[in-house]
Each structure stands twice: as C-alpha cells, then as structure tokens.
C-alpha cells in the first residue's frame, strides 16, 4: 500500500450539522488512480464525507467542520482555497441524475462556458471527447440539440458524467450514481468507470456491497459516522478484520 | 359506518359546488358589466376627451390614457427593485434571524390595505418630498404597494427550480452568480413575470390610494410630464357612479368598467401568450 500515490487526505475531520456531529475524527488517505468506495448503512455519513472533498456541504449554512482535508497536500479548508478553483479540479455526480433543461450539448458544454471558454472549435471538440469517453456519443450522437430530459435514466447519468469530465478533473466523486438506474444501466457505468480510473481518481459512495466488491480497489466502511475498517476492497471482502464489517457485508445487518 | 365511497361522494359534490359557485360569481359580474355596457362603448367613447357638461358628447380617452401611463410607471418602479430583492433574498441572503424577519415583513406588507399606502405616498411622495398629486407619485405609490407581491411571488418563482440545477453547477466550478444567471433565472422567469403582472393588474385597478396622490375627475389636456396629474379608469367610474348628475352616468360608468376589465384582460393574455412561449425550454 506504501506505493500509492496519497491524493486526498483525511485528518481528524469532525463535522456537524445543526449541532448534531455527523462525522468522528475522520482520518484516511485517499489514493489516485483508484477506485475507493465509501460503504456503510444508510445515514452513516459516507455522502457528508464525500462532499467534504468538494466542499459542497459549505452550501449547508447550519454546518461545521473542523480537522484538515489535504488535497494533493494543501489543505482545502484553510482561507486562502479558491473552492472555484477546488471544484473545477474535483468533479461530482450525484445520486439522482440531474442534467439541467437545456440540450444535450448545453449540458455538456456548461462548465466550459462558465470558465468563459468561447471558442466554439474547441468547445465542440470537448463535447465530444468527454460524451465518447462516457460511452454516450454513439447513441446521441445525431440528437446533440435534443433536451437532456428526453434520455433515459443511464443515459443522463452518463450525460452528467460526461459534464464532469468536460472539465477535465483529476477526481471524480459519484454519490450513490447507480441507485436510480436498472440493472443494465448500472452495469454501463461501472465498466465506465474502471475504464475512466486510468486517468482519474475516483471516489464513490454506494449501498450496494456487490458494486464496491465489483469496481473499487479500496473501501471503507463507514458507520455512525466512523471508520470501522479501511483496506484493499479484496482483502476486506474476504478476510474482514472488524466484527461489525463482518456483519454489515455478510448481510447481517444494514 | 359510513360507507368510504358515499363519504368520498359528499366531499366531491361539495368541492364540485364551490367550483360551480365561483365561476358562477365570476361570469355574473363578467356579463353583467358587459351587458351593461356594451351600449355605450363607440370609437368616440374610446377615443375623444372628456366632454363634462354632457357626458354623452366625450370619451374616456384620457381617463385609458392615464391608467395605461399609471400601469408604465407602476412598472418600472416595483417590477426591477421586487424582482431583485427576491433574488437577494432567496439566493444570496443568509438564513437567520433579521432575513426570517424581513421576509415575514414582506409578506404581512402585502397584505395592508390599500388607503395606507395611500395616506403613505399623500404624506411621503406628494407632500415630504414635493412631488405633488402626480404620476409619479401615483406611480410611486401603488409600486410601493405592488412591491411586496412582486417579490413574493418572483420568491416562490425562485424556490421552484430545483435544488440539484443548482448543485450541479456548483459542483462544475460555476460562482453563485453564474449559476443564479445560467440555471436559475431562466427557469423562473416566467413564474417572476406572470407573478409582477398580476400585482400589476391589482394596481390598475386600485382606487382608493390614487385619489389621494394625484388622480384627478376631469383634465382638459392629457398628462405631458410625470409630474402632471391624471385622470384613470377606476377612479372616474367611481365618480361616473357615485357623484354625477347625469341620467346617464350609471351607463357610462359600467361602460367605463368594461374597458377597464378589458385593458386587464389584455395584460394578462399578453402574459399568458409570452409564458407559453417561455413553457416550451421549461422541461422539467
């Protein structure tokens, strides 16, 4: 494990919201070009943990953080952080598929234009790189003015997929990406997203113990705002070193 | 026992006889005023300027003139600042206490009679600051009055665009203007107008307050400047069905009615053809 690449980095972070403390003392390191799956029972705090990393929980007035997240070894919570800047570099999908009314091709472009990228060479170029790169330029390739909202549910899931890698990030955090999709789109992502670690680091937050079991290289099982376990996903799944992992993954409980 | 289905059967004629009820008030008026009114309504009646000894010699001309001039200047006044302050406050204002207040202000503001904003603009617009009995401080007065529907109307606009259009532009590196600009303006738009529309309706209509800051029975000439007085629909079938002498003047005064339902009309379809025009980029 010592070989890895540290990307981001949790250290004693505690955090609240509305005087009720959701995450305890916070500590582990999260690898780059790895999958890294945050498991756990519903309301354990594995979401509120990863949208620390994207200080999206900044957008919840009545929360508090404290303890350091270093990302590539700044720490992302000190005063002088650009969260601008933070978020252009760490994209995020979220657990309903949420394409904005606007076309295909908008959707795509939107984090481009909001960085005043106008060139419209260029723009289409990217579009069309980012849509290939999340398997969905061959089935909309001829409707790329069709509103978003005419896909199904794996596609725009894809889409906003696509709208994340438009903007080139080194880390991807999906929360719970799949839990609205069938079977079959379910499996489109997941062979996306190994593909996509080549290049990315990403991090993502699932109930399903056979998904993280699936994709990810690492895992954490988090509960009641915890880490209980921490490990290779293989080594996790075969040989867990806690009693509540255990039981959580063997379907004990949860 | 009560059978669920007899049950379901009385509170759905109940619902069904106070639909039947309201449309019936609302098309009673509607055909009353018209039947009324019809009579008197001729190109000269639309078009020539008030004639005051023999009402039947003149026309309202001036008193649509000064009603349309009103609803402009209600319009530039409350439309911008009510449409603002709702986007400060429901996206940039910090939720605690003071914003709490003020929007519960704002929404308790709506509802304070009309006369009060009246006696409100006579003793701050026309008096304090000199404006005058005047369209401006008519204008001044009923957008005062119009404000806090706009905005809370342009609110409720805005809290109905989803949450995620916003966290997912946040989460693509967008400020909060951007994604205010790009992905929540543009949904809400429609909502904002049709909500500035309405309240700008209700300020066409209104009587009491512009009696006491510039509206006028009878003018000779049409208003050239803000500063000049006005006549207005609202306020002259008043007169016309209160104060005038002529056997006519009840006529007249339903006559003046049906314009003035009519001007409204106009609006609100104006709106309406412009909201489904915007409807179609609305998917969601």
């Given at each position: 494990m010592t070989a890895e690449n540290t990307q981001i980095e949790f250290k004693n972070t505690n955090f609240w919201y509305n005087s009720k403390q959701i995450l305890f003392d916070i500590s582990l390191k999260i690898y780059s070009n790895k999958i890294t799956a945050l498991i756990g029972p519903s309301g354990c705090g594995k979401s509120t943990l990863l949208r620390c990393i994207n200080r999206m929980n900044d957008l919840i007035p009545i929360s508090k953080i404290d303890g350091k997240i270093f990302y590539n070894n700044e720490n992302i919570y000190e005063k002088n952080i650009d969260v601008i800047e933070l978020r252009k570099?760490?994209?995020?999908?979220?657990?309903?598929?949420?394409?904005?009314?606007?076309?295909?091709?908008?959707?795509?472009?939107?984090?481009?234009?909001?960085?005043?990228?106008?060139?419209?060479?260029?723009?289409?170029?990217?579009?069309?790189?980012?849509?290939?790169?999340?398997?969905?330029?061959?089935?909309?390739?001829?409707?790329?003015?069709?509103?978003?909202?005419?896909?199904?549910?794996?596609?725009q899931q894809r889409l906003c997929i696509a709208r994340a890698l438009a903007i080139d990030p080194e880390i991807i955090l999906l929360d719970e990406p799949c839990s609205a999709l069938d079977p079959l789109a379910t499996a489109k992502i997941e062979s996306?997203?190994?593909?996509?670690?080549?290049?990315?680091?990403?991090?993502?937050?699932?109930?399903?113990?056979?998904?993280?079991?699936?994709?990810?290289?690492?895992?954490?099982?988090?509960?009641?705002?915890?880490?209980?376990?921490?490990?290779?996903?293989?080594?996790m799944f075969d040989s867990p070193k806690n009693k509540l992992t255990k039981d959580y993954i063997n379907g004990e409980f949860g | 026992m009560v059978n669920e289905h007899v049950r379901q059967n009385i509170y759905f004629i109940s619902f069904?006889?106070?639909t039947f009820l309201s449309v019936v008030f609302l098309l009673f008026i509607l055909l009353y005023t018209l039947k009324e009114g019809?009579?008197?309504?001729?190109?000269?009646?639309?078009?020539?300027?008030?004639?005051?000894?023999?009402?039947?010699?003149?026309?309202?001309?001036?008193?649509?003139?000064?009603?349309?001039?009103?609803?402009?200047?209600?319009?530039?006044?409350?439309?911008?600042?009510?449409?603002?302050?709702?986007?400060?406050?429901?996206?940039?204002?910090?939720?605690?206490?003071?914003?709490?207040?003020?929007?519960?202000?704002?929404?308790?503001?709506?509802?304070?009679?009309?006369?009060?904003?009246?006696?409100?603009?006579?003793?701050?617009?026309?008096?304090?600051?000199?404006?005058?009995?005047?369209?401006?401080?008519?204008?001044?007065?009923?957008?005062?009055?119009?404000?806090?529907?706009?905005i809370t109307t342009s609110e409720e606009a805005l809290k109905s665009v989803p949450l995620s259009f916003r966290e997912g532009s946040y989460a693509l590196g967008?400020?909060?203007?951007?994604?205010?600009?790009?992905?929540?303006?543009?949904?809400?738009?429609?909502?904002?107008?049709?909500?500035?529309?309405?309240g700008i309706s209700r300020a066409m209509g209104e009587t009491a307050p512009i009696i006491m800051v510039g509206a006028t029975f009878f003018m000779g000439y049409l208003p050239t400047s803000p500063f000049d007085k006005f006549m207005a629909l609202p306020y002259h079938l008043f007169i016309l069905a209160t104060q005038h002498s002529s056997p006519n003047a009840r006529e007249y005064a339903l006559g003046t009615a049906l314009v003035l339902v009519a001007l409204i009309f106009m609006l609100n379809l104006g709106v309406f053809v412009l909201r489904y025009k915007l409807r179609k980029k609305k998917e969601w």
């Open positions: 570099k760490i994209g995020m999908v979220f657990q309903k598929p949420n394409p904005f009314p606007m076309s295909i091709f908008d959707n795509v472009a939107y984090g481009l234009r909001v960085q005043n990228i106008n060139d419209k060479t260029k723009i289409k170029q990217i579009v069309k790189d980012s849509l290939e790169k999340a398997d969905l330029w061959d089935e909309i390739k001829e409707r790329l003015n069709f509103s978003a909202f005419r896909l199904s549910g794996g596609q996306l997203l190994r593909k996509l670690k080549n290049e990315r680091t990403i991090i993502i937050v699932t109930h399903n113990m056979h998904q993280a079991k699936r994709i990810s290289d690492y895992a954490c099982y988090l509960l009641n705002g915890k880490v209980i376990e921490y490990s290779g996903t293989a080594e | 069904r006889i106070a019809i009579g008197v309504i001729d190109i000269k009646f639309l078009t020539s300027m008030w004639f005051h000894r023999n009402i039947t010699r003149g026309g309202i001309f001036p008193a649509i003139i000064g009603t349309i001039f009103l609803a402009i200047g209600v319009s530039i006044i409350s439309i911008p600042i009510g449409i603002c302050t709702a986007i400060y406050l429901n996206e940039y204002a910090k939720e605690n206490l003071l914003t709490r207040t003020i929007k519960l202000a704002i929404r308790n503001l709506a509802g304070v009679p009309s006369i009060v904003y009246g006696i409100f603009g006579l003793s701050f617009f026309v008096l304090f600051l000199k404006l005058g009995g005047s369209l401006i401080s008519a204008s001044l007065t009923l957008g005062c009055m119009t404000l806090p529907w706009i967008a400020t909060k203007w951007q994604t205010v600009r790009k992905n929540v303006l543009p949904y809400s738009f429609s909502g904002m107008l049709t909500g500035s529309i309405l």
